[in-house]
């Protein structure tokens, strides 16, 4: 994903991606001054509907509390330091020698995300693996949350036939 960040829309759009892999404490320290405006700014300007109307209401309170605790903050933000850090490193040494993931991928894509349409979403993934299913659904990038039960049938159809393929 950084290797696409001179993609002004998607680099404007996946701000939090450079915050977050920041030194500490600074990402922690500026997301625990206002956790609950980052939060929501991020679920809204991420979700299809621009607003918390796909989020049920016992899953907007859980995300409010993990925000309340710092070392979940952190967490956070060591996932996409990992993701920056050493992850993006061992994927430029996987691709220099041809390594790839050899076991079927399932990538499920939001159609009213931040414009990764069908044929840019296949051709990063065909850089990690041969064996990729795409599944669209109409949603933001929250997908579970927009359309828990479209993301679910997309899984489950997709485990059903890996496991009969294998």
């Not at 991420?46 to 605790?69: C, G, M, P, R, W």
């Not at 330091?81 to 996987?94: G, N, S």
Request: proline share 5%; aromatic share 12%; net charge negative.
């Amino acid at each position: 994903m950084f290797e696409n960040m001179n993609d002004p829309k998607l680099a404007f759009g996946y701000w939090h991606w450079t915050l977050l892999i920041q030194p500490e404490p600074f990402p922690v320290r500026m997301i625990e001054a206002s956790a609950n405006y980052y939060l929501d700014h991020a679920l809204k300007t991420n979700s299809a509907s621009k607003d918390f109307s796909s989020i049920d209401v016992d899953t907007l309170d859980n995300y409010h509390a993990e925000f309340q605790q710092p070392a979940r903050i952190d967490a956070k933000c060591e996932d996409y330091c990992a993701a920056f850090f050493p992850d993006r490193l061992d994927d430029e040494a996987d691709r220099k020698i041809g390594r790839k993931i050899d076991v079927p991928l399932q990538v499920v894509l939001g159609t009213k995300g931040l414009g990764l349409d069908r044929n840019r979403t296949l051709g990063s993934w065909e850089e990690f693996s041969d064996d990729i299913s795409l599944t669209m659904i109409e949603s933001g990038h929250y997908i579970p949350e927009d359309h828990a039960q479209n993301c679910l049938d997309a899984l489950l159809r997709f485990f059903s036939l890996t496991v009969v393929h294998r």
